[in-house]
């Protein structure tokens, strides 16, 4: 049984060691020899990935996100990228800037007549309303998320928009 927790803390302790940094990873992503496109869906992933763990580190890459987007002409990416940044802002405790880049978001996929993909900004405007304890006006964004949620048929992101409104009805 010792020797089970000794090779079990060593596989974790290598695991820590072999995993590379958030810089690192967002560095290399950004510098790899890849397309754009895959440039910024990977830097996304490790934004959402990241922002809760090194939020200021996850918010210099947000805007590299944001200028390749820009620079490809990409608008779907462009909000996605800008959505990736508020969640950085909010990890920060910066909720104005959090909100500012939901809404920008949500302006470019009106924008781009992609309503039902609006359901995450919906949802985190809803989180950061709900984190200054304004249930009542989280609600409505919850409820916004649920709608468009229920349009992608995803059970996983409908599950949590109903947790979220339950928390908020607790709040109340």
């Known amino acids: 049984m010792r020797y089970f927790f000794l090779i079990l803390f060593s596989l974790c302790y290598y695991q820590l060691l072999a995993q590379p940094d958030v810089e690192d990873s967002?560095?290399?992503?950004?510098?790899?020899?890849?397309?754009?496109?895959?440039?910024?869906d990977l830097l996304n992933?490790?934004?959402?990935?990241f922002a809760s763990v090194d939020p200021g580190i996850t918010m210099l890459y947000s805007d590299s996100a944001i200028k390749l987007s820009e620079?490809?002409?990409?608008?779907?990416?462009?909000?996605?990228?800008?959505?990736?940044k508020g969640?950085?802002?909010?990890?920060?405790?910066?909720?104005?800037?959090?909100?500012?880049n939901y809404f920008l978001s949500i302006s470019i996929k009106e924008n781009m007549g992609k309503v039902e993909l609006m359901w995450l900004e919906y949802n985190n405007i809803g989180l950061v309303l709900r984190?200054?304890?304004?249930?009542?006006?989280?609600?409505?964004?919850?409820?916004?998320?649920?709608?468009?949620?229920?349009?992608?048929?995803?059970k996983f992101f409908e599950a949590t928009i109903w947790n979220n409104i339950g928390i908020s009805h607790r709040g109340l």
């Not at 779907?76 to 800008?82: D, F, G, M, P, V």
């Not at 409505?140 to 468009?148: G, V």
């Open 45 to 49: 992933q490790y934004i959402t990935k």
């Open 71 to 84: 620079k490809i002409n990409d608008s779907l990416r462009l909000a996605h990228s800008i959505t990736r």
């Open 26 to 40: 967002l560095k290399n992503t950004l510098n790899a020899p890849i397309h754009d496109t895959l440039k910024i």
């Open 87 to 100: 969640i950085t802002h909010f990890y920060l405790g910066d909720y104005n800037g959090a909100l500012d």
């Open 131 to 154: 984190n200054i304890e304004q249930n009542r006006e989280a609600l409505q964004y919850f409820k916004l998320a649920l709608q468009s949620v229920e349009e992608t048929e995803n």
